[in-house]
C-alpha cells in the first residue's frame, strides 16, 4: 500500500493530507497516517472545518462551552479551529523535530475576508500565531496583492508562513522577493533565521479546469490536444523559478544565515476530470525539496496505484513553456486564467468562511442552554 508513498518521500516530496477533524485525531487516525502512509504534514482551510463541524458530535462539548458563554460566531470558530491545529501540531511534534522544523507542519488560515487588507491580515496571523502557539504551525496567508507585504511583516516577526493561493509565475516570483524580504528584516532584527519556515502553496488542478473550459469553446483537433497540460506546465515553470531564485546572490547572503528555503508546495492536487489518472498530478510533479498536500482520496490512490518514477520536473522546463506558448497561440490568455483563478480563488475562500460561519452558529443555536 505504502511503497508508492515512500518512494515518493524519498525522491524528496514531503506528504502532507489536506484535512483535518477533531475525530480524526482523536480517533488515531492522524497519528497512523504519520505511521504508515508517510505524511509529515497537514494544511487546513475553512471548507475543511466547516465539514468537520457539521458533521457528527465531535465538537459538541466544546460547542456546549462556548454556547454558555454566549460567545461571537468568530470567536467560537477560532477556539475550535485552533484547538484542533494545536492538537494535530502536537501529535506531530515528532516528526518536527526529527526535521530540523523543516515538516510536522500543520496551517491555519487568516479570515480570508481580510485577503485584500494587508494590516488586518498581519494582525490576525499575530493572533493566531499566538492562539495556537506551537511552533510547528504555519499561518496561510493568500499571495493577493494585499498580501504579500502581509508576508514579508509576518515572516519578519518570526512567524512562520504558508502562502497560498498562488496561479501565476509572475505572482509566485512576488512571493518570494516578499519572502526573502521578510528574512533580511528579520535578520536585521536579530531574529534566529533558522526558526522561520514557509511554503509557497502553487496551485494545481484549477489551472488545468479553467483551461480546459476554455479549449473545449475552441473546439479544434488542436485545442483538443492542449488539454490537461496548462497545470502541469505552470508548477514545472514555477520550480524553475524556484530553483533561480534560491540559487541567487541574494539567496546565498541569507543561506550564510541560516535561513530555511520557501519550499514549492503543490496544491489543489485532486484530479477534478475524471477522465485523468487520479494520481496524475503527484506523479507529474515529483521533484526534490516540495511538498505535495493531498486530499485523502488522492493519498490513498497514490498508496494504491501511484507511479513514481523519479524527478518529473528538472529537465521538463523548454517542453513546459512550449506548452504555455501553444496555449497562447490558440488564443488562451494566460494572464487572463490566472487571474480568473485568484478572483474566483478568493471568493471561494470567503464563501467557505461564511459557510462556516452559518454552520457554527447554528450549532451554537443547537446546544445553548434554555434560559431559565
Known amino acids: 500500500m505504502t511503497d508508492a508513498l515512500k518512494r515518493l518521500s524519498d525522491e524528496g516530496v514531503a506528504i502532507w493530507l489536506d484535512d483535518l477533524s477533531r475525530k480524526r485525531i482523536t480517533s488515531g487516525n492522524l497519528a497512523e497516517l504519520i505511521d504508515q502512509q508517510h505524511v509529515v504534514g497537514v494544511t487546513t482551510n475553512p471548507s475543511i472545518f466547516q465539514k468537520a463541524i457539521s458533521q457528527g458530535d465531535g465538537y459538541d462539548t466544546q460547542l456546549t462551552d462556548l454556547a454558555a458563554r454566549k460567545v461571537t460566531v468568530e470567536e467560537a470558530i477560532r477556539m475550535i479551529t485552533t484547538a484542533d491545529v494545536r492538537d494535530a501540531a502536537d501529535i506531530l511534534r515528532p516528526v518536527f523535530d526529527a526535521t530540523d522544523g523543516q515538516d510536522g507542519r500543520v496551517s491555519i488560515e487568516v479570515d480570508p475576508r481580510l485577503a485584500h487588507n494587508t494590516r488586518a491580515t498581519v494582525a490576525e496571523a499575530k493572533q493566531l500565531a499566538w492562539l495556537v502557539d506551537r511552533p510547528n504551525a504555519l499561518i496561510k496567508i493568500p ?36 519572502y526573502l524580504e521578510g528574512l533580511e528584516k528579520a535578520k536585521a532584527a536579530g531574529l534566529d533565521l533558522s526558526k522561520i519556515h514557509s511554503v509557497a502553496s502553487f496551485f494545481v488542478s484549477r489551472v488545468d479546469t479553467e483551461t480546459d473550459k476554455r479549449l473545449d469553446a475552441i473546439g479544434t483537433d488542436e485545442a483538443k490536444a492542449l488539454k490537461s497540460k496548462a497545470a502541469v506546465a505552470n508548477a514545472r515553470l514555477a520550480y524553475q523559478a524556484y530553483e533561480e531564485v534560491f540559487s541567487s546572490d541574494r539567496w546565498n547572503a541569507l543561506d550564510k544565515a541560516h535561513a530555511n528555503k520557501q519550499r514549492p508546495l503543490w496544491a489543489s492536487t485532486g484530479v477534478k476530470d475524471p477522465s485523468l489518472k487520479d494520481t496524475m498530478y503527484v506523479e507529474e510533479l515529483v521533484a526534490p525539496n516540495t511538498v505535495n498536500t493531498m486530499p485523502e482520496a488522492t493519498l490513498e490512490a497514490t498508496g494504491d496505484h501511484g507511479e513514481i518514477s523519479g524527478d518529473k520536473v528538472r529537465g521538463s522546463y523548454e517542453q513546459a513553456q512550449a506548452d504555455l506558448d501553444a496555449l497562447a497561440k490558440i488564443g488562451i490568455s494566460y494572464d487572463d486564467v490566472v487571474q480568473v483563478l485568484e478572483d474566483e480563488g478568493v471568493e471561494k475562500f470567503e464563501a467557505s468562511w461564511n459557510d462556516l460561519l452559518k454552520s457554527t452558529e447554528a450549532e451554537l443555536k443547537r446546544l445553548a442552554p434554555s434560559e431559565g
Open 143 to 178: 499571495a493577493t496583492k494585499a498580501g504579500l507585504p502581509a508576508i514579508t511583516e509576518t515572516i519578519a516577526r518570526g512567524i512562520s508562513v504558508n502562502v497560498t493561493l498562488i496561479f501565476s509565475l509572475e505572482r509566485y516570483r512576488a512571493v518570494m522577493d516578499a
